[in-house]
């Protein structure tokens, strides 16, 4: 929840220049279920899909696949997360 409350209070855009910590916030989100919350963080991210790295937690696959397990869209959380890298 602390995280959400740091979401709400950084301009979009600080968050969307870093992409380790919008991922960090989709997390929060997609977890909290606050789903329209995270829709612009996860439209963001697809945009991101297949880029950066798990190891320096820039790569948005994982998130994106969380996200699609939430909404139980399980074909696509497995084709998101053949991604991972």
Known sequence: MTVERWYERLPFDEIASRTDLAIKCAYALV?????????????????????GSVQTTTNPN????MAAISVDDIPRAFSISENVR
Do not use: H, Q, Y
């Open 31 to 51: 977890f909290l279920r606050r789903r329209r919350m995270a829709k612009p963080l996860l439209d963001l991210l697809a945009g991101l899909a297949d880029t």
């Open 62 to 65: 994982v998130v994106l696949s």
